[in-house]
């Protein structure tokens, strides 16, 4: 077992909030540097080709304000992949990007991507980065990241959130073999997308799992009981569930 289940903070939807309004406020900036202080272990933050929410100058700011390691997620595109060299996150967490979906949907298809994503996952991981890949938890996927030579996988697990009942456990089941074998290869897991107080806990109970990352809910509780508060819950809730 992984002892302690590392929380990334999503903070893209600080941003979304600031781009309402076009101005600088709330910075997302100020986000990382209270999720730092309360004990976040890493800052999440998805450069959209749209720049719908983080914007470049941010990556930058917040590498500068905080010491914790940044995730950054993209695209696998030329000019995501000439950003991520000239910032050098601690992770590359490569996603599907479709123009018109509101988040990201589904797991990267990185069986049938394979030509397109070697050379950029080779990329990366010369220059020191953790490259991470965004797949659907199947065994299908996982032998194509390793294929690939990304150290980590994570799980999208929007499926799990969505469901209920004996769907909801079939998809845990999925989640937890999945990282069962990825740990087994070598890869180390991850997971996220959807997770809430009330979703997290039986995620978190995976032992294999050494990460989660989590945005829109805790930016979204943020609103009512502070983010600092909401980052030290969900915290408290993935502690207990192990
Ligand atoms: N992990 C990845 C790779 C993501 O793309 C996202 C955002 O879609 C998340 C985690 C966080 O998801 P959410 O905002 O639903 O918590």
């Not at 397109?116 to 991981?125: G, K, Y």
């Not at 999208?156 to 079939?170: F, L």
């Amino acid at each position: 077992m992984v002892s302690r289940l590392r929380l990334g903070v999503n903070i893209d939807h600080v941003a979304t909030i600031r781009n309402a309004r076009g101005g600088d406020h709330p910075d997302p900036v100020r986000a990382a540097e209270i999720v730092a202080a309360v004990g976040g272990d890493g800052i999440t933050a998805h450069l959209r080709e749209d720049r719908r929410h983080i914007r470049d100058d941010d990556l930058q700011r917040i590498q500068a304000a905080t010491d914790l390691p940044l995730n950054l997620e993209m695209a696998a595109t030329e000019e995501m992949l000439r950003i991520a060299l000239r910032h050098k996150p601690h992770a590359a967490c490569i996603v599907p990007e479709n123009r018109e979906e509101r988040t990201t949907e589904g797991g990267l298809d990185a069986a049938g991507l394979h030509n397109r994503l070697a050379p950029l996952v080779t990329r990366l991981v010369d220059e020191g980065i953790r490259v991470s890949l965004f797949i659907e938890a199947d065994p299908r996927q996982l032998e194509a990241a390793m294929r690939l030579g990304a150290q980590v996988v994570e799980f999208h697990t929007g499926e799990y959130a969505n469901a209920e009942g004996a769907k909801r456990e079939a998809e845990l089941r999925r989640i937890s073999d999945m990282a069962a074998l990825a740990v087994k290869n070598g890869i180390e897991p991850h997971a996220g997308h959807g997770l809430t107080y009330d979703n997290v806990q039986p995620i978190a109970a995976i032992p294999q799992l050494a990460e989660l990352n989590i945005g829109h809910y805790l930016v979204g509780e943020a609103v009512f009981v502070g983010l600092e508060a909401a980052v030290r819950r969900m915290r408290d809730l993935m502690d207990d569930a192990r």
